[in-house]
């Protein structure tokens, strides 16, 4: 009996002192999220789980580390809300007469989203700061799907021009328009992703996701698969892409190094189950901070070494 208890001390002090190891490296731990059709945000685990679901009536969603900023409708009135990723702490940011029409881009640089302008019948862009609604481009155009760069500098979005979709970029004092695709058939969901720009483009009968340079050039497809490709998300450090692809009407979320590599099969659903808003972002714990757990640790596992000795001697 003496010697099961010394030999369950000795573990538990090196469990314990292993532990901080083991936790530190939840930092590589991720989440997948996304709206699913009843409106709700769903999280899934890497390995496929789902994890917990936030019910409302979300139309859009865009995420942070540890927050999610979603869009609903009141009446004929948009609102921008912000919550933790459980769907607590909700503070509404503000509220627009102008429908919002796609995904917004949001950063520390503001709230860029397509609103859609009744009097004239065509898509903008409107940059929300400080409470503030500023008009970045206004026409006869439809555009949508807009992304902040990682320096905030530029956004990136789709325009429809006479039934042709392509991807532009521009300042976010929007100035600097410029045209980056010209495909004969559509370009859609720009993404920014280090220094280059993801994109999903049907060429060649089939759609696949695509990444060229910031400027447009050295456009390359990363997908060639008989099944339509789409909604790409950029991974937490931007060195893989999740996306969905559609064979069947089955969704099959997927992931890929940034090069189109290394392809992984995450989960299925069927496509009545999903709304939009794909995101990959990191686990709400991964930011435990390992110093704290060494601390933690050693104190226990000096308290089982107290215990030992002073079992050793019979006290």
């Known amino acids: 009996m003496r010697f099961l208890t010394a030999v369950s001390l000795i573990l538990g002090a090196v ?31 890497e390995t496929g789980q789902a994890l917990y679901r936030v019910p409302g009536d979300f139309l859009e969603a865009t995420w942070t580390d540890s927050h999610v900023l979603v869009v609903t409708q ?22 627009t007469g102008t429908r919002v029409t796609s995904r917004p881009a949001w950063s520390a640089h503001g709230i860029v989203f397509a609103g859609e302008n ?34 905030g500098e530029w956004l990136v ?11 532009f970029k521009i300042r976010a004092d929007g100035t600097g328009l410029q045209n980056l695709t010209s495909s004969p058939e559509f370009d859609t969901q720009p993404i920014w992703l280090g220094e280059w720009i993801v994109f999903v483009s049907r060429r060649n009968d089939n759609v696949d996701i695509f990444k060229m340079r910031p ?12 099944a339509e490709e789409f909604s790409p998300a950029a991974s937490p450090d931007g060195t893989r892409i999740a996306y969905f692809s559609h064979q069947e009407r089955i969704l099959t979320l997927k992931t890929m190094q940034n090069d189109g590599s290394d392809v992984q099969y995450i989960l299925n659903m069927s496509v009545d189950q999903f709304w939009g808003s794909l995101a990959w972002l990191p686990a709400p714990d991964a930011e435990l901070q390992p110093w704290k757990l060494v601390l933690g640790s050693l104190l226990l596992a000096g308290f ?12």
Do not use: K
């Open 118 to 151: 009744p009097a004239i019948h065509a898509r903008d862009l409107y940059l929300l700061n400080h409470d503030r609604l500023h008009l970045l481009l206004t026409d006869t155009n439809i555009d949508h799907a807009p992304s902040w760069s990682p320096d």
């Open 15 to 45: 469990m314990l002192c292993l532990l901080p190891l083991v936790l530190s490296r939840r930092d590589s731990v991720t989440w997948f999220a996304c709206i699913t059709a009843e409106r709700d945000i769903v999280y899934f685990s």
């Open 74 to 95: 009141e009446n004929s009135r948009w609102q921008f809300t912000r919550m933790q990723l459980d769907g607590s702490h909700r503070v509404l940011l503000a509220e």
């Open 215 to 226: 400027d447009g050039s050295d456009q390359r497809p990363l997908t060639d698969a008989p």
């Open 157 to 167: 979005f789709l325009r429809e021009q006479q039934g042709i979709y392509d991807i």
């Open 304 to 315: 089982y070494v107290q215990r030992l000795r002073r079992f050793r001697l019979g006290l």
